[in-house]
C-alpha cells in the first residue's frame, strides 16, 4: 500500500525524529511512503486562534497538495498527530462552510476520509496490532484530547503498545483528563494551563514508568517541559518512535 506522510509543522520544526519513526514504521510493515514536500499547516492554530477567515488559505492548499498524492497512487494520508488529523476531518469542512465553498468541502470531505492518525491506522486499516518493536522499559500512555474525544481512537494506541516486546505499560491514572495544552490555551490561560499539567504530571509519576508516551508532541512537549523542569528523569517518547524501535536499536 502506497501512503501519504503528512508530518505536521510542530514534528517538522521541533521533532523530526517522529516523522523519521514514522516512515521507517509504516515501511517495516510493508507500505511505500510519499511525501509531499510542498505541503503547509493544517491551519489548526489558526482556528483556535479565532482567525478562521485566514484558515480558508489553507485548507485550500492543504486540498491541493493531498488530492494530488491520492491522484499519484496513494490509498490514504497519515499523521502521527490526532490533533492535525482531527483538523482535516472534522474542522476542515466547517472552515468551509463558514466561508460559503461548498465545493472545497466536498472535496475536503473525500479528503478527510482518506486522513488518519498513525495508530488507527496501522490497526483499523492494516489490520496490524504487532508490529515487531522492542523496547525494553516501563511506559505510560497519555490519551490526548483530539485522539480520545474527536477521533475516538479507543484502545488501538493500548492495543500495540501492549504487543511490544520487552515493554510494560503502566495504567495512567485519569488518562481521559486534559494535560492543559490546548495549543494557544496554555499561553491564554497559563495558571489554568499549569494546574491541569500539576495534576497530570503527578499521575504520570504515580506510574513509576521511565517513559511516558502519547500520539501527539505538542501534549509530550507540555508534559515532558514540566517533567524535565522538576528534574524527575522520565522522558516523553513520540509512539511512533517506540512503535518503530527494534532489537539491537534501543
Not at 482531527?86 to 472552515?95: G, I, N, P, S
Request: contains cysteine.
Amino acid at each position: 500500500m502506497k501512503v501519504s506522510l503528512f508530518i505536521t509543522c510542530l514534528n517538522d520544526t521541533l521533532y523530526p525524529q517522529t516523522g523519521m519513526a514514522t516512515v521507517a514504521l509504516l515501511e517495516r510493515l510493508g507500505c511505500e511512503v510519499s511525501f509531499a514536500e510542498e505541503q503547509t499547516c493544517c491551519g489548526q492554530m489558526h482556528v483556535n486562534s479565532g482567525y478562521q477567515p485566514e484558515t480558508l488559505g489553507l485548507v485550500r492548499r492543504f486540498v491541493g497538495v493531498f488530492e494530488r498524492e491520492l491522484e499519484s497512487g496513494c490509498s490514504a494520508i497519515v499523521s502521527p498527530s490526532g490533533s492535525c488529523v482531527a483538523m482535516v476531518r472534522e474542522w476542515f469542512a466547517k472552515v468551509c462552510q463558514w466561508a460559503g465553498d461548498a465545493a472545497l468541502e466536498a472535496r475536503a470531505g473525500r479528503l478527510a476520509a482518506r486522513t488518519f492518525e498513525l495508530s488507527e491506522f496501522i490497526v483499523n486499516e492494516l489490520r496490524i496490532t504487532d508490529v515487531g518493536a522492542y523496547y525494553p522499559h516501563r511506559v505510560t500512555y497519555h490519551s490526548s484530547c483530539h485522539g480520545l474525544r474527536t477521533l475516538e481512537l479507543g484502545d488501538a494506541p493500548h492495543r500495540l503498545l501492549q504487543n511490544v516486546r520487552g515493554l510494560e505499560l503502566m495504567t495512567l491514572e485519569n488518562s481521559d483528563q486534559c494535560c492543559g495544552f490546548g495549543g494557544t490555551f496554555a499561553v491564554k490561560n497559563t495558571e489554568t494551563s499549569t494546574a491541569m499539567l500539576s495534576d497530570k504530571l503527578r499521575c504520570v509519576l504515580n506510574t513509576k514508568a521511565s517513559t511516558c508516551t502519547g500520539g501527539d508532541n505538542s501534549c509530550l512537549m507540555q508534559i515532558g517541559g514540566g517533567l524535565s523542569r522538576l528534574e524527575t528523569g522520565v522522558r516523553v517518547v513520540h509512539l511512533a518512535e517506540i512503535l518503530a524501535s527494534v532489537e539491537g536499536g534501543v
